[in-house]
């Protein structure tokens, strides 16, 4: 007689994952993917447009408080979406002591890129007619106006500035 016991027989040490476990398993995180993937991008639209009404409210502040700090009159000049060049930009500049108007460096800001998918643009109806708010040295507003910032879903920001120099950011 033998005392030995005998281990029952196994193919494998089933220590992993089978190949059908495997593919399920990808094939479940590909449909949740493309599930929320629209859901992100309208996220990712909301935050740009939101971001561009922002940074343009901080450059109004901005060239408001250079004006106030330095004496200088101040102004920023937009161009909209059907403005023949440099379409959906702005600049900030000061006035010399001669009565030349020069650009601050570095000061043409462009909203985003004409191609992209979440393209944000400043809207024909935005006020001043003319595109530029002037800072008089003391800081209030000779051309008050609203700089309309929309998207490619025509979803809107109003960016306003009043004669004592507030800027309110408004989503519409």
Known sequence: MNNMKTKPRTKHNQKGFT???????V???????AVSTPFMLGAIQNYRLRGS??????????????SVSSGRPYRL?????????????????????GGTWTMDP????????????????IDSTSTP??????????????????????????KRYDVSINSVGR??????
């Open 167 to 172: 800027v309110n950011v408004t989503k519409i």
């Open 53 to 66: 009404a922002w940074q343009v409210a901080g450059d109004l502040r901005l060239a408001r408080q250079k």
């Open 129 to 154: 007619g003319g595109g530029v708010i002037n800072f008089s040295a003391n800081g209030t507003v000779s051309t008050t106006g609203t700089m309309k910032l929309i998207d490619n879903r025509a």
């Open 19 to 25: 190949a059908m476990e495997l593919l399920i398993t």
């Open 27 to 33: 094939l479940i995180l590909l449909i949740v993917i």
């Open 106 to 121: 570095a000061s043409r800001i462009r909203l985003q890129p004409t191609g992209s998918p979440t393209y944000v643009r």
């Open 77 to 97: 000049t937009f161009n909209n979406e059907s403005a023949g060049s440099n379409p959906n930009t702005y600049i900030v500049e000061r006035q010399e002591v």
